[in-house]
């Protein structure tokens, strides 16, 4: 009964999708801001990359909505596992040789790859969010080889709540500075470079920081309360 | 053929959510539900993706070998999936939490069990 129902529902979300779908054919240009972007973005921002471009400059703002949006998922996910009492803990089995040496092996590698990534994220694929989340995977490494070994909280905290200063910060300079938030207000220098572009590195590095501290304390409290 | 060559994208966004949607509405199972709901996510960034999509074209990004504007396809959407994805992550770990504290709670992750108890 309950499938049926369901089926038929979707049966029906389908049938209002294909008539939807029916008039925007794949595959073609749709929308005008994104032409202007791609034609203008170098001038106008400095980055090589548009979709830097657009998400730290053209729509700065909603990134930092959208990085609020992450903290307070994050704050929520706190919330909830540590009202719990922290009674019993379970011993956990050591990893194998190959495993905590393969781990300890890796894990800077990762993080000098997350870096790489968030500090470049005006010139290549790549910027804050995919850095900070490659910096979390090493995080997740460690826990999974080095058990015993834990990222202290505080420090986890002071790295997220500094990123997130960093950005609101360098958003109200431009405020100050040149009339509205998030102006670009650094010389944007040579494209193509590594210092270029403005603010646009100094704000996708602080997301980096913010992201992947933010995933790595999601993580540990998620293994803390599975102990 | 030519149907499905226009429209194979949407149609696997699309499926992915339906099934993400039909998952939610018919298992019992908490953490099935919450699979659901990341395949559903998945869906509709694979569609949103695919909107800006424009016939042979590359990543917005410039280049030594890709300097012309032309033939990039639409970096709007692409920034808007960028960060989704992240805070979908960050959602679905808020819902397992949740899950955590219902199983601690009630011993059992069926929803319909979970119903019927008192709170």
């Known amino acids: 009964m309950r499938k049926t129902i369901a089926i038929l529902l979707l049966v029906i979300v389908a049938l209002g999708i294909r008539l939807s779908l ?8 749709k929308t005008k801001v994104g032409r ?7 001038e106008e921002t400095g980055a090589v990359n548009i979709v830097t471009s657009v998400v730290v400059n053209y729509r700065g703002f909603d990134t930092l909505g959208e990085v609020t949006v992450l903290f307070i998922a994050a704050i929520g996910l706190g919330a909830v596992l540590t009202a719990s ?6 011993k956990t089995q050591p990893a194998s040789l190959v495993l905590y040496t393969g781990c300890r092996l890796l894990f800077p590698l990762i993080l000098i790859f997350g870096s790489y990534i968030f500090i470049h994220g005006h010139l290549t694929p790549g910027g804050g969010f995919q850095g900070g989340a490659i910096v979390a995977s090493a995080f997740v490494l460690i826990y999974l080889g080095c058990r015993e070994k834990r990222i202290s909280e505080k420090l986890s905290n002071t790295l997220e709540s500094l990123g997130g200063l960093i950005f609101v910060v360098v958003g109200l300079i431009g405020l100050a500075v040149g ?3 998030l102006l670009n207000f650094l010389p944007k220098g040579q494209s193509y470079l590594l210092l270029s572009a403005g603010i646009i590195p100094v704000i996708y590095i602080a997301i980096g920081f913010k992201v992947g501290s933010e995933l790595a304390g999601i993580i540990d409290k998620l293994i803390e309360q599975s102990k | 053929m030519s149907f499905l060559e226009n429209y194979a994208f949407y149609i696997g966004a699309f499926g992915l959510i339906l099934l993400g949607l039909y998952i939610v509405l018919v298992k019992r199972n908490l953490i099935k539900v919450i699979i659901g709901l990341a395949i559903l996510d998945t869906g509709v960034n694979l569609f949103l993706i695919c909107v800006g999509y424009i016939a042979k074209g590359t990543a917005p990004i410039f280049s030594a070998s890709v300097k012309s504007a032309q033939q990039m396809v639409d970096p709007v959407p692409q920034a808007l999936v960028l960060t989704a994805i992240v805070i979908g992550v960050a959602v679905l770990a808020l819902a397992l939490s949740l899950a955590i504290k219902l199983y601690q709670h009630y011993g059992t992750l069926n929803l319909r069990k979970i ?3 008192k709170w």
């Open chain 1, 85 to 90: 009492s922290r009674g019993e803990t379970r």
């Open chain 1, 22 to 29: 029916a008039k925007i054919p794949f595959g073609t240009p």
């Open chain 1, 179 to 181: 009339g509205y938030f």
């Open chain 2, 115 to 117: 119903r019927e108890q």
């Open chain 1, 36 to 42: 202007y972007y791609i034609e203008k973005g170098i």
